[in-house]
């Protein structure tokens, strides 16, 4: 009896210290773990060094996390069972803002309302867009240079020097000579710094800011785009107010491409921000070399097989718009009604957008 005491006394001390050691470690991972905080670490070598071996452990962890899904799925397709569902990342344009201006593809009174809008002419092809470029009335060096290359991007556009005609003696003239647009690119400090679209003959008016420009020849390794009709490519333009600018951006281009000339014109819609690229895009044949079974190349090639890659080549200019206001009518600064006007107070929230 004795015996069975004391051993069961000596388990329950080692229990005990078992459990005492357990909440010492624990205390010391915490203490570890606090003393980790890189920026409560004065020193700014050891600060680094913590900061690194942080990084490549957060690395590890989601390498680790990458291999064991890629498991799970790989045993999921030998069983012929479904693979587990992808994650998908949060980001701010999955979680925006409901808005209730949001276009569905089932809106009866939107499509309705483009059979009469101010583009269906255009659009329809009752009419060929034929576009007038002027600038602003103190002009700068870059300012025709991006003119030229504008020309160069939308068939049919005719540069008008603006001398110190007023605008609406330019809207008006525009508008005798059948032009379907109006474009003027304002220009500050030496630098285009917003474009004015104005549509012929009833409007509407857009007012852009125009950011981040890059001339065709600023561009490394650029395109020379041909006179062919290029293809249009807008995306993200999903509420009321962005399938109009949608239209308008629309009806500078004609309706018909020319496939053959292989030109890309986009307008990309990201957080209200519109980003303008225009490229081009070519064929290539490749030959595919044989390998050995074990991955090296073979010294003999029988029969190498040929095949087809496409590739794009930027052609240029390259900038950002955003849209300041929209205007019903042509250009009025005193008696204009705005449809939309962007103000400071609507920047309240990273997740709401307008377009």
């Known amino acids: 009896m004795g015996r069975k005491r004391k051993s069961e006394d000596g388990e329950r ?61 790989k045993k999921a397709l030998e069983l012929g069972e479904e693979p587990p569902p992808k994650m998908v990342p949060r980001t701010i344009e999955n979680t925006r803002e409901l808005d209730e201006t949001i276009c569905l593809p089932d809106d ?26 002027t ?62 679209i104005i549509g012929l003959p009833d409007g509407p008016t857009a007012h852009f800011k125009l950011s981040k420009l890059m001339l065709r020849k600023d561009i490394k390794n650029h395109g020379k785009p041909t006179s062919h009709k290029p293809e249009l490519v807008l995306t993200n333009f999903t509420t009321r107010l962005g399938h109009r600018v949608g239209r308008m951006i629309q009806s500078l281009f004609p309706q018909d491409p020319e496939f053959r000339g292989r030109r890309v014109v986009t307008f990309h819609n990201q957080r209200d921000f519109i980003f303008f690229r225009h490229h081009r895009y070519i064929f290539e044949t490749k030959e595919d070399k044989q390998k050995d079974s074990k991955g090296k190349k073979s010294k003999v090639e029988k029969n190498p097989q040929e095949r087809t890659i496409a590739r794009l080549q930027e052609c240029g200019p390259r900038f950002t718009l955003k849209l300041i ?9 005193k008696g204009g009604e705005y449809e939309w006007v962007h103000k400071p107070e609507m920047d309240t929230s990273r997740r709401r957008f307008f377009l």
């Open 13 to 73: 001390e080692n229990e005990e210290e078992e459990e005492k050691s357990m909440k010492v470690k624990r205390v010391k991972e915490k203490e570890f773990k606090e003393s980790m905080r890189s920026s409560m670490i004065k020193n700014k070598e050891k600060r680094s060094a913590v900061h690194a071996k942080l990084k490549q452990q957060k690395k590890m962890e989601k390498r680790k996390k990458v291999k064991a899904r890629e498991a799970a799925e």
């Open 108 to 133: 009866e009174e939107l499509f309705a309302g483009n059979d009469v809008d101010e583009f269906s002419a255009v659009l329809r092809k009752d009419r060929s867009p034929k576009v007038l470029i």
């Open 135 to 196: 600038t602003s009335r103190y002009n700068s060096t870059r300012g025709p240079a991006f003119i030229a290359d504008l020309i160069s991007v939308i068939p049919d556009a005719h540069y008008y020097k603006r001398g110190t005609y007023d605008l609406k003696k330019i809207v008006q003239y525009a508008n005798e000579k059948e032009f379907t647009s109006v474009i003027v690119v304002h220009t500050n400090r030496r630098e285009p710094d917003a474009l004015l």
């Open 325 to 333: 206001s929209l205007q019903h009518g042509t250009f009025d600064t």
